[in-house]
């Protein structure tokens, strides 16, 4: 679970005190203070990070040399180290204080990624927990995902209370388990030409992978990623060939966008075949008119599903067991993997209202 420590040094005192309230009430971990007595004025819910002399729960002393942290990881304190890399030196003593110590705060002065990728390697195993400096919220939504684990907490000094909010959304965002459902195939209808979306993404898809589409907004079927052998093209697994431009494709943070509103920069949610999800970047999408035919199909409590996609064998969906179907070569009473929202949509938005698509 990633965490934020909240930066009060430097402020001014009106803000100060908004930005601490902000702090107690997000549920941040902590709040660093070089002011031991602010510090003492914290709730128990939330860690009194002190940077100095004093008395608090976790106590950060910066160092700079092998001797000092050589003295802090012998200590009986259980403190922390901060580590400002500059260099080759104290990129190697950064990574050092990671395998040691319960804490490390690092601060980079490489606008780049590359030395904190060297020490998240460095203490891939090790207990401790990595917290990265950030310069603003941007930084930090980078950070957390550096080499897929990113680091374990972010230290940023907020420019309002509000950024202590949109910092502990930023790191409790988090893409659901979803509950897939059997669905059985009722009827196959080939249609005329049309247009049909390729959504290619900045990812690679796993064979048992896709994402969720439907011309309803009540039921999706798992769409295929093109990672499965194609007789006359190579792979393309960063693919999905998903369906009628009209259709519904779902995304983070339950919410939907047609086919047609996808673009460069926009997000979708991949899935797999046991229902886990991941959040990734689309790269763009590609319209083209093609033949397109129409699946439709029920779930045991009988929820009618349909998803209009090209007529062409290359064309993929997602059965039980991750077993790969070729659109073509569908029958009455095969199964396909779904999943059944229970809400309708308005602007992509859940909405708790009456609804009826057919």
């Given amino acids: 679970m990633k965490f934020a420590w909240i930066d009060?040094?430097?402020?001014?005192?009106?803000?100060?005190?908004?930005?601490?309230?902000?702090?107690?009430?997000?549920?941040?971990?902590?709040?660093?203070?070089?002011?031991?007595?602010?510090?003492?004025?914290?709730?128990?819910?939330?860690?009194?990070v002190l940077v100095g002399d004093g008395e608090?729960?976790?106590?950060i002393t910066e160092i700079g040399t092998s001797d000092e942290l050589a003295r802090l990881s012998t200590s009986d304190t259980g403190a922390g180290a901060l580590?400002?890399?500059?260099?080759?030196?104290?990129?190697?003593?950064?990574?050092?204080?990671?395998?040691?110590?319960?804490?490390?705060?690092?601060?980079?002065?490489?606008?780049?990624k590359i030395p904190l990728e060297i020490v998240l390697?460095?203490?891939?195993?090790?207990p401790g927990r990595l917290v990265t400096v950030c310069a603003d919220l941007e930084e930090a939504g980078i950070v957390v995902?550096?080499?897929?684990?990113?680091?374990?907490?972010?230290?940023?000094?907020?420019?309002?209370?509000?950024?202590?909010?949109?910092?502990?959304r930023l790191l409790?965002?988090?893409?659901?388990?979803?509950?897939?459902?059997?669905?059985?195939?009722?009827?196959?209808?080939?249609h005329g030409l049309g247009d049909r979306v390729c959504v290619d993404t900045c990812t690679h898809f796993a064979e048992d992978e896709g994402i969720l589409v439907g011309s309803y907004s009540t039921g999706f079927i798992l769409c295929c990623s093109e990672t499965h052998p194609l007789p006359y093209m190579p792979t393309r697994p960063f693919r999905v060939n998903a369906g009628a431009l009209h259709s519904y494709v779902l995304g983070p943070d339950n919410r939907t966008n047609y086919l047609s509103e996808l673009g460069?920069?926009?997000?979708?949610?991949?899935?797999?075949?046991?229902?886990?999800?991941?959040?990734?970047?689309?790269?763009?999408?590609?319209?083209?008119?093609?033949p397109l035919l129409t699946i439709t199909a029920h779930s045991a409590d009988g929820i009618v599903v349909s998803l209009t996609v090209q007529d062409d064998w290359h064309v993929r969906v997602l059965g039980p067991g991750a077993k790969v179907r070729?659109?073509?070569?569908?029958?009455?009473?095969?199964?396909l993997l779904g999943y059944l929202p229970t809400d309708q949509r308005h602007v992509g938005y859940p909405i708790g209202e009456f609804c009826r698509e057919s």
């Fill in 8 to 48: 009060v040094r430097g402020l001014a005192p009106e803000l100060r005190a908004a930005v601490v309230d902000a702090a107690v009430h997000a549920k941040a971990h902590g709040v660093v203070s070089d002011d031991a007595a602010l510090l003492q004025t914290l709730p128990p819910t939330v860690n009194a």
């Fill in 56 to 59: 608090a729960t976790i106590k």
């Fill in 83 to 112: 580590v400002r890399v500059v260099d080759d030196r104290t990129l190697r003593l950064a990574c050092d204080a990671a395998v040691a110590l319960p804490y490390t705060v690092v601060d980079f002065a490489d606008p780049t």
């Fill in 121 to 126: 390697a460095a203490a891939d195993r090790a």
């Fill in 145 to 168: 995902d550096v080499l897929e684990r990113g680091s374990e907490g972010i230290l940023l000094a907020p420019k309002d209370a509000g950024e202590v909010f949109a910092l502990i």
């Fill in 172 to 190: 409790e965002a988090s893409t659901p388990q979803l509950d897939l459902a059997t669905l059985t195939v009722d009827r196959i209808e080939h």
């Fill in 264 to 290: 460069s920069g926009s997000t979708a949610l991949a899935v797999n075949a046991d229902g886990k999800t991941r959040r990734v970047v689309v790269g763009r999408a590609k319209l083209e008119s093609r």
């Fill in 326 to 335: 070729n659109v073509t070569e569908l029958q009455l009473g095969d199964e």
